[in-house]
């Protein structure tokens, strides 16, 4: 497969040959790049952090699976953070609860303005990205988010759930991120399903929702 029907189909042994082409070190300062190995820095107390490998820990085998989303766990607010890099051109904002706070009577008392963090990728793959991710939505595994006459680009997943550090048999997370207009994002979202019940792939259940 090509890499856009990769993202597309969400092709399992396409990523995992992707992650080793990238190898461990380059993987690992994106997991960094994109705050996956950090907090966000949202104003809400006690943020929470995902669970990677250090990368001098980090096997072969261990890069393989964390290519297609296994053996590491991100936040939804990380998730949504890194996504949202993707649609506006490349570069991580620190997300905020509110964008300002006004009194009953309209006076503006504070407002929270953009702060980049760093750029993560260049405008450029970033539009690669976007129209790989359109692809999802158009004719890969996310068709059920779809809207007539509305650009979307987004992602599924489809994730085992681990309990007591072992697999958890029958038991999954499933998902939908995305964002649109895509050409123009003005909206993104993250639908997560907890250990759903028959149907149970993120292409088929959560990306309705969205």
Do not use: W
């Amino acid at each position: 497969q090509s890499f856009l029907e990769i993202v597309q189909n969400s092709c399992n042994v396409g990523f995992v040959n992707l992650g080793l082409r990238v190898g461990i070190p380059r993987f690992c300062s994106y997991l960094d790049a994109f705050g996956f190995t950090g907090t966000t820095g949202i104003d809400l107390p006690g943020e929470a952090t995902g669970i990677t490998i250090k990368p001098e820990d980090m096997k072969t085998v261990d890069l393989a699976c964390m290519a297609f989303g296994q053996t590491l766990t991100v936040t939804p607010i990380q998730l949504l953070t890194a996504m949202a890099a993707i649609a506006n051109g490349g570069v991580l904002v620190q997300p905020h609860l509110v964008r300002e706070i006004r009194t009953p009577s309209g006076e503006l008392v504070q407002s929270f303005g953009t702060k980049v963090i760093r750029r993560v990728m260049s405008t450029k793959t970033s539009q690669e990205m976007r129209t790989a991710l359109e692809g999802v939505v158009e004719k890969g595994t996310g068709r059920s988010a779809r809207i007539d006459g509305y650009k979307i680009a987004g992602k599924t997943g489809t994730a085992n759930k681990v309990i007591g550090g072992r697999i958890a048999e029958g038991k999954y997370i499933s998902s939908f991120i995305g964002f649109g207009p895509s050409d123009k994002p003005r909206i993104i979202a993250l639908i997560t399903i907890d250990e759903p019940a028959g149907q149970y792939y993120g292409g088929v259940i959560a990306a309705p929702v969205f």
